[in-house]
Structures are given as C-alpha cells and as structure tokens.
C-alpha cells in the first residue's frame, strides 16, 4: 500500500507551486548547481518540526520512516544526487536574503487570488514586534567596554525599550499584513531591536500590491520618509500623533475607526504568529543569519 503524504510532506511539497521572484544578478564565483527551491522546501520542514541547525535538520532525514523517506524524495537534486553536508550549510545559510523577496512574491500572489479587499477598503497594517535573544543580555557599559561577560550572549542582537514590556534584549520582527477579513503577511524583515520602525518600513512598502490605497500605522511610522513613500505610490499613511489624549482637530473620529482596525489586524497576527510558532519566549537561535531564517521562514509557512 502506497502512504499517504502527510501533511508535513503536502506543505513541503506545495513549495513548488510557490511564484518564483525575479532571480538575483549573478555575481562572482561558481554557479549555482542546486535550485533555490530545495532549501526553501528544507526550511519548511526545518521550521514545522522545530529544528533549527543543519545537524537536526540530517538526523530527522535520516529516519527511517515512511514520512521521512517522501521527504528525501522531495529534497534530493534533479540528477538524483543528495546535497553534501557543506552544500546544506552553506545555502540554509545564504537562504535569509532572499525571504523578504519570496514573502512579498508570496502576498501579492494571495492577495491576486483570495481578493481580501473585495468587501472592504484596500489597507495594510504595518508594525514591528519584539523577539528577545536567546541567552544572557550584553548590557550598555559591558558593550561600550568592549567585554562579553558570558559566552551565552548573542552579541548580534541589540536594545530597544518598549512602552508595554520595558527595555528588551533581542530583535525586531517588522511586518505588513492585509487589513481585512483574513491577514496575510505582505512584507517581512528581522533586525537588530534597535533599528527604527520607519526606516525599516521603507524596504518594506516596495513589496506591497499595487492596488493598496491606506497604510495604516502607530506614531513610529509618522515620519517624514514614510510620507514620501507613501506619496510617490498614491498610497494615504494614516497613523498615530505625538501628543496625549484626547485628541482634538478634523478627523479624530475617522483616524479612530483606521487605528482600530490596524490593532485588530497587526496585533492579532502578531500573537497567533508567537503562539504558533513559541516566540513568546527567546528565540531558539543565535546570530542574525539564524534568527531571520527562523523568523522569517515562519512568517513564510
């Protein structure tokens, strides 16, 4: 009897109906003799099975399971050959550069196909979320010094405060998701946490459908770069002002419902995608390259 594909092996499998993005310009060196999509479907199964370094990714191949012998069938090169350990190495670890590009290939072929905005105004949500670093915190003076007191910090990562949990040690998870009906994660970056929402926002908003008309967002993205983008696409950035409440002028009411509906789309997102995928607590990986291939292939699946 043959088995059946489980659903671990469906969703490695529908990698290859993916849309592809524009392929890179070459650069130097060797050509590349694997597809990128082998490693794309890899780090599906590295990110639904919770593994999260190249030697836990070979061992779980290397059961004999009926599940794991379709999964080989699926991850092996065209000509028949298995990738070397230093092949899977090396382009998991190159794989974190093009993911923006994919998830943003990705949301626009979902929005082109499942019409979000069909019933509702054409809007996204933009935000960025807290991720905190596995291991010890490197503190300012120990940084300023020049000394990693604890060989558990993750000297990559950086600090942020936040208004809700106070001054974090980790990363920023910046997002855009549709605001409608159903979220769908539109454009995906992981940064240091001290890099600035706006700033980050602006290598984002490129990724977004044409067709999107509001950019809704809180007082970080209300920011002069933000608006410029905003303006050269015809897109309306609508987010929060400096000041305290209430607010006072023409449009509060109409401001209100727009922020509303950002924190019932972003926020949600954001605490299914911690839920799903533990990120409640620190990450499970150590280093940059690491950390956005986790967080962005979650994103991704």
């Keep these: ?13 529908l990698v290859d109906r993916l849309p592809e993005p524009p392929p890179p310009k070459r650069g130097r060196g060797r050509p590349k003799t694997s597809p990128d999509r082998l490693f794309l479907k890899a780090l599906v199964l590295m990110i639904v099975r919770r593994l999260h370094t190249v030697h836990e990714l070979l061992t779980v191949l290397d059961q004999p399971t009926a599940e794991m012998a379709q999964l080989r069938g699926l991850l092996t090169l065209p000509d028949g050959r298995y990738p070397t350990r230093r092949t899977w190495e090396r382009r998991l670890a190159a794989l974190p550069e093009t993911l923006p590009t994919q998830i943003g290939c990705l949301g626009r072929q979902l929005v082109a196909r499942l019409q979000p ?3 509702c105004g054409r809007a996204v ?3 960025s979320t807290l991720l905190r670093a596995k291991g010890g915190a490197w503190h300012k003076k120990d940084r300023e010094a020049g000394v990693v007191p604890h060989t558990s910090i ?3 990562a950086h600090w942020t405060k936040s208004g809700w949990r106070g001054w974090v040690y980790g990363w920023k998870l910046h997002l855009v998701t549709t605001v409608a009906a159903v979220w769908l994660p539109l454009a995906a970056e992981l940064t240091p946490a001290n890099e600035a929402d706006n700033e980050v926002a602006t290598r984002l908003l490129p990724e977004l459908p044409a067709e999107v ?8 993205y209300n920011a002069p770069n933000i608006r410029v983008r905003c303006d050269q696409a015809d897109r309306i950035l609508v987010a929060s002002r400096h000041g305290g409440y209430p607010r006072q002028g023409d449009g509060v009411a109409v401001r209100r419902v727009f922020h509303k509906r950002r924190s019932t789309a972003i926020e949600n997102f954001n605490e299914q995608f911690k839920g799903i995928f533990d990120a409640h607590g620190p990450v499970p990986t150590r280093g940059l390259a690491a950390t956005q291939r986790f967080a962005l292939g979650a994103v991704l699946v």
């Design 1 to 13: 009897m043959i088995p059946q594909p489980s659903l671990l092996v469906t969703l490695v499998a």
């Design 125 to 127: 949500a933009v935000d």
């Design 117 to 119: 905005w069909a019933a």
């Design 213 to 220: 008309r509001f950019v809704l967002g809180d007082r970080h």
């Design 154 to 156: 993750d000297t990559a």
